[in-house]
């Protein structure tokens, strides 16, 4: 059965760190396109970085240069970390599994999520 | 960059037919994919590839694209239906994911 479960959320100030993981259960993180994408309190989905099978990656326009996305294929887990952290980047985040090898395949699995709060 | 636009609301009365549209230009060009969200849970995909349906999903729900607008159509509106939707496009030109704004589908 394919599981996603990310933790590493909570509340951090302004201009802070923090990585967030999804831990992958029932398929193999390297095999696949894996993304993350952030919600906002009451608001709509947002698309924040992709990381390919051959390991490129690519981020939102919003986080470039201080988000970055990874994996460690030993722990079969997925990785955001978020750097300078910004009012704005208070979100629940979701980390989604790409359905096939390439791009523009849809996201069929998705974890439960994990929220971050940036408040001082 | 590409941007996908989505009426903020639509409602619909039980067993009429609901529209949700995702406009984008020339999204015929794309592969449209369709998110149901229900309140504090995770999207699920409901329609793939245009008009794809995962398994699972009743076939009352479905999806077209042509010219400058997506179609999410769903037929026989029940209670349950009632969520926020999201239309989701991969933009080659930038390798970025697009959503559009998200739709809240109320049934009266």
């Known amino acids: 059965e394919v599981q996603l479960v990310e933790s590493g959320g909570g509340l951090i100030q302004p201009g802070g760190s923090l990585r967030l993981s999804c831990a992958a259960s029932?398929?193999?993180?390297?095999?696949?396109?894996m993304s993350w994408v952030r919600q906002a309190p009451g608001k709509g989905l947002e698309w924040v970085s992709v990381?390919?099978?051959?390991?490129?990656?690519y981020q939102a326009d919003s986080v470039k240069g201080r988000f970055a996305i990874s994996r460690d294929n030993s722990k079969n887990t997925l990785y955001l970390q978020m750097s300078s952290l910004r009012v704005e980047d208070t979100a629940m985040y979701y980390c989604?599994?790409?359905?096939?090898?390439?791009?523009?395949?849809?996201?069929?699995?998705w974890g439960q999520g994990t929220l971050v709060t940036v408040s001082s | 960059s590409y941007v996908l636009t989505q009426p903020p609301s639509v409602s619909v009365a039980p067993g009429k037919t609901a529209s949700i549209t995702c406009g984008g230009n020339?999204?015929?060009?794309?592969?449209v994919h369709w998110y149901q969200q229900k309140p504090g849970q995770a999207p699920v995909v409901v329609i793939y590839?245009?008009?794809g349906r995962p398994s699972g999903i009743p076939e009352r729900i479905s999806g077209s694209n042509s010219g400058n607008t997506a179609t999410l159509t769903i037929s026989r509106v029940e209670a349950g239906d009632e969520a926020d939707y999201y239309c989701?496009?991969?933009?080659?030109?930038?390798?970025?994911?697009?959503f559009g704004g998200g739709t809240k589908l109320t049934v009266l």
């Open positions: 990381i390919h099978i051959d390991g490129s990656t």
């Open positions: 989604a599994r790409e359905r096939g090898e390439n791009s523009g395949h849809p996201f069929d699995y």
């Open positions: 989701q496009v991969w933009d080659s030109s930038s390798d970025h994911w697009v």
């Open positions: 590839y245009d008009s």
């Open positions: 020339n999204i015929r060009s794309k592969v």
């Open positions: 029932g398929f193999t993180v390297s095999s696949l396109y």
